[in-house]
């Protein structure tokens, strides 16, 4: 059972619009910043947003991330079947047993 | 090129012991905060564990999954990263990714992963 929450699957045509979301709590997501990252099969997680809502170098900005209260969302338009991956989000979590925690991850099917 | 190269992976009986090494190269690797993050196969991403640069204390912090068996250690002078692991349980079966934060200011994102090394632990 992952400390942040996420739908275990989402999916849409190419072309379209999907948005991921994280839910936490006042000691992780509502008091930290929220990073995203994706996850091709058998490769390593990539970071695609940190700090809630900005891009490392060469991410498009088809990616986009936001973060309200204590719930995150990954946003990403104009679909490409290239982004069919596992997405994670992921922040500090600051109770009892500090530690970085992720979410249980989202599978994005491109139709 | 900024890169990480995990090694020492393989496969140890439950009970048993085994150290991975990241080699860093690239960047400062002795102003890096460098953590462990490991993926059970089939499951998602969980943080291990990580190690601060000397210059911000040296200190380790760990998951409690793994407090108390494992050790996360740094030889600047090599540029590279280890993980002691110890009394090894089934359910420590993962890829463990070495990884660090360049481009993020409080060390809870991270930018730069190595390819991974897969630990199985069966009898």
């Known amino acids: 059972q992952s400390v942040l929450t996420q739908p275990p699957s989402v999916s849409a045509a190419p072309g379209q619009k999907v948005t991921i979301s994280c839910s936490g709590s006042s000691s992780n997501i509502g008091n930290n910043y929220v990073s995203w990252y994706q996850q091709l099969p058998g490769t390593a997680p990539k970071l695609l947003i940190y700090e809630n809502n900005k891009r490392p170098s060469g991410i498009p900005d088809r990616f986009s991330g936001s973060k309200s209260g204590t719930s995150a969302t990954l946003g990403i338009t104009g679909l490409q079947t290239g982004d069919e991956a596992d997405y994670y989000c992921?922040?500090?979590?600051?109770?009892?047993?500090?530690?970085?925690?992720f979410g249980g991850g989202t599978k994005l099917t491109v139709l | 090129e900024v890169q990480l190269v995990e090694s020492g992976g393989g496969l140890v009986k439950p009970g048993g012991s085994l150290r991975l090494s990241c080699a860093a190269s690239g960047f400062t690797f002795s102003n890096a905060w460098m953590s462990w993050v490991r993926q059970a196969p089939g499951k998602g991403l969980e943080w291990v564990g990580r190690i601060k640069s000397k210059t911000d204390g040296g200190t380790t912090d760990y998951a409690a999954p793994v407090k108390g068996r494992f050790t996360i250690s740094r030889d600047d002078s090599k540029n590279t990263l280890y993980l002691q692991m110890n009394s090894l349980k089934t359910e420590d079966t993962a890829v463990y990714y070495c990884?660090?934060?360049?481009?993020?200011?409080?060390?809870?994102?991270?930018?730069?992963w190595g390819q991974g090394t897969m630990v199985t632990v069966s009898s």
């Open positions: 990884t660090t934060g360049l481009i993020v200011v409080a060390h809870d994102a991270f930018d730069i």
């Open positions: 992921g922040t500090w979590d600051s109770s009892l047993s500090a530690e970085v925690v």
